[in-house]
């Protein structure tokens, strides 16, 4: 199958067969792109779908091999009033060939810092201290003066996105990485749905791979510290640029000789929640 799709479940008390992983297909007609990469069930819920796999040309001057990607992830706390407070998603490309050149990024989309949902609120601070005062008439009447001093400033936050690119050893790029946390003032949690868009060049029309890794926290992150930071045990995804291009996004196509020109903004999207509009229906 062309779509490759791999969903995340951490259990919050890692009970044994809460998961299992994946291989690679031994047949060769489903063996590349495979739709299911890894499954985790638990307390929460992290999926990530392939919606594109477009091999073609950079560009129609370079003659340089390309693949364009495209992957929805989703974000959801499973029990009720839990929230995933951050999240690390890491994608590394390489060749099937030991030695061989890896793919390297072209670009990809988002890119850069983003902020979102933005608060502002007013906090003040009040300052005291004391000074002396003393009136001398033969005597001394003395005495504390208390002096306070507040001081009102406006602070914001707001949820962030980061993505960004990741070298090798010798400072090629090779993977990409998105990084959120949620807006620390009103605790709402990381967006539900981010989808991402990568353009890869290769010098050679070869099988490559790609393995992918997430880290999520949560409010209740001690309780699943036993679940992260480590790294998914299955098979890495398999590319085989003879494949046929995927169209799920755009109905018209790709333009394959020139996979340099499709812009990346237009296929990415962030989605805090989908609201459902006419829910109440008379019988």
């Known amino acids: 199958m062309d ?6 479940y951490l259990d919050e008390v890692g009970d044994e067969g809460s998961g299992y992983h994946f291989r690679n ?10 739709e299911t990469v890894t499954e985790r069930r638990g307390a929460v819920a992290i999926r990530c779908k392939s919606r594109e796999v477009v091999h073609g040309f950079l560009d129609p001057d370079s003659n340089e091999f390309a ?12 029990k009720p009033g839990r929230r995933i407070t951050a999240a690390t998603i890491s994608l590394n490309f390489g060749s099937s060939v030991q030695e061989e050149v890896a793919p390297r990024i072209h670009s990809l989309s988002p890119f850069g810092h983003f902020l979102m949902l933005p608060t502002i609120q007013q906090e003040s601070t009040t300052r005291s201290n004391e000074i002396n005062a003393g009136i001398q008439f033969g005597g001394e009447l003395g005495g504390a003066l208390k002096w ?18 990741a070298c090798d050893d010798f400072g090629n790029e090779i ?10 003032s009103t605790k709402t949690g990381i967006p539900s749905f981010l989808r991402t868009a990568i353009l890869l060049k290769r010098e050679d029309n070869n099988e490559f791979q790609c393995t992918a890794e997430i880290h999520v926290e949560a409010d209740w992150k001690t309780e699943l510290e036993n679940l992260f930071g480590s790294r998914s045990s299955d098979d890495p995804i398999l590319f085989d640029p003879e494949k046929k291009p995927t169209n799920n996004l755009n109905k018209d196509g790709y333009p394959v ?5 499709v812009d990346l903004r237009k296929l990415s999207d962030v989605v805090f929640h989908h609201l459902l509009d006419d829910v109440v229906k008379k019988g």
């Open 257 to 261: 000789e020139n996979l340099a020109s």
């Open 175 to 184: 993977g990409v990485s998105w990084i959120l946390h949620e807006n620390r």
């Open 3 to 8: 779509d490759a799709s791999f969903d995340i």
């Open 67 to 78: 693949t364009l990607l495209v992957y929805d992830f989703s974000f959801n706390a499973v």
């Open 25 to 34: 297909d031994p047949n060769p007609s489903r063996r590349y792109q495979r």
């Open 148 to 165: 306070e001093k507040v001081i009102s400033r406006d602070t914001s936050d707001a949820t962030t996105l980061n993505g960004s690119t």
